[in-house]
């Protein structure tokens, strides 16, 4: 079995294989298998710490392990690349590769320098045009952010719905793209995909004993774990009688680099002053935005 230093470390730990059984290779180390050569590119974190992709020289193919995989299964050996081919892709790079962004796109300025052909990855089919595959990727991981505010949020007795509905008109009147996402009915890994691009993470709850609900706590947990590039964040909501509901969501952001906007928090169900202060978020928001060049 052929891997790197840290992968033969891994898989003895978890397998009854002995050590003289592997051969370690390093970066850009070759194998030579008759009229075929291997080369190595060692990838650590492509999500896991031992990865390496392999490029098969003569016929420049790229074997990425699980870089560039996909959530698709079809019985096409070679990728169509349309729309159905890009949110799968854009899927698996949300729940699986965005929370190591920084490290991929350090990967991708090493692939620049080979002719690739083909693009044969663990998951999903061949892409016989690796630039539509690298393209994305080069996007997905860059810095750049779009105009777009995701707004995950979930409501028991309508107050919080009602500001979130609210906000959405006052930031589509800006001219923003808003992705409301209902967490009660809402596919979690779509949320996941709209972070991908979003500049504002908007989270919306109501109190419940004290804290947010549940399924604001796990959408905010969800954003933190798989930090998405995303600029700036805020929380919106309602309470009956007191809580610590910012103080909990925003305790939960340690790993986004966000911004953090005043929340807007009512008291029952919004009143003109409520609405009033999410017209003024809506406006902070946009300025923010343009500050950002977000487009």
């Excluded at 560039?68 to 081919?85: I, N, P, R, W």
């Excluded at 190591?100 to 090493?110: D, T």
């Excluded at 994305?136 to 995701?150: I, L």
């Amino acid at each position: 079995m052929v891997c790197s230093e840290k992968c033969k470390e891994f898989l003895t730990d978890l397998l009854p294989i002995p050590a003289e059984r592997f051969k370690t290779v390093g970066d850009n180390e070759t194998i030579a298998l008759g009229d075929k050569t291997l080369q190595f590119i060692v990838a650590p974190w492509v999500h896991w710490p031992e990865t390496i992709l392999t490029y098969l020289k003569e016929d420049r193919i790229l074997f990425p392990c699980d870089l560039f995989g996909s959530h698709l299964a079809t019985s096409d050996l070679y990728a169509c690349c349309g729309e159905k081919l890009y949110q799968s892709a854009k899927r698996y790079y949300a729940e699986i590769m965005m929370p190591f962004r920084s490290l991929i796109r350090k990967h991708l300025e090493k692939l620049e320098g080979y002719e690739i052909k083909l693009i044969a990855p663990s998951h999903g089919p061949i892409y016989s045009n690796p630039k539509f595959i690298i393209d994305a990727y080069t996007d997905w991981t860059s810095d750049s952010v779009k105009n777009e505010v995701v707004i995950a949020y979930v409501s028991m007795h309508g107050s919080t719905e009602a500001m979130v509905n609210h906000l959405v008109e006052a930031l589509m009147e800006k001219g923003i793209e808003v992705k409301p996402f209902h967490l009660v009915k809402s596919d979690i890994g779509e949320l996941a995909m709209a972070l991908v691009d979003a500049a504002t993470l908007v989270v919306a709850t109501p109190t419940v004993l004290a804290g947010a609900h549940p399924a604001a706590v796990y959408a905010t947990y969800l954003a933190n774990a798989i930090r998405p590039k995303t600029r700036i964040a805020t929380v919106i909501g309602s309470y009956g009688w007191g809580g610590k509901t910012v103080e909990q969501l925003k305790g939960m952001l340690t790993g986004v680099n966000v911004e953090l906007l005043e929340p807007v928090i009512a008291k029952g169900y919004p009143k003109a002053d409520d609405l009033k202060k999410l017209d003024a978020l809506a406006e902070a928001i946009a300025q923010k935005h343009k500050s950002i060049n977000a487009k």
